[in-house]
């Protein structure tokens, strides 16, 4: 299992729409969508779960696309130094 980052996406944005585009890849095994807590709308970016073969083919096939009038990025997630469980 690899986990997406998902970026530069357009406040507009939905975990449905996000997970239509992604299906066309392989099946996404989990989406969360960072959200504004007081307006709910999309912070800009997010996080897709997908097997490995599937998820490089999404990478291949996403980054740089127009979706929802941005050209999203989309790559492997690096965890950040210092975020991590404890």
């Not at 099946?27 to 997908?50: N, P």
């Amino acid at each position: 299992m690899k986990k997406l980052f998902v970026g530069n996406l357009a406040p507009t944005t939905n975990e449905k729409d996000l997970e239509t585009l992604f299906t066309e890849f392989g099946k996404v095994r989990s989406l969360k969508l960072i959200t504004d807590v007081f307006s709910g709308q999309c912070k800009g970016f997010g996080f897709i779960e997908m097997e490995g073969h599937e998820a490089r083919a999404a990478i291949a096939g996403l980054n740089g696309k127009n979706f929802n009038g941005k050209a999203i990025k989309v790559n492997f997630e690096v965890p950040k130094p210092g975020r991590g469980r404890r």
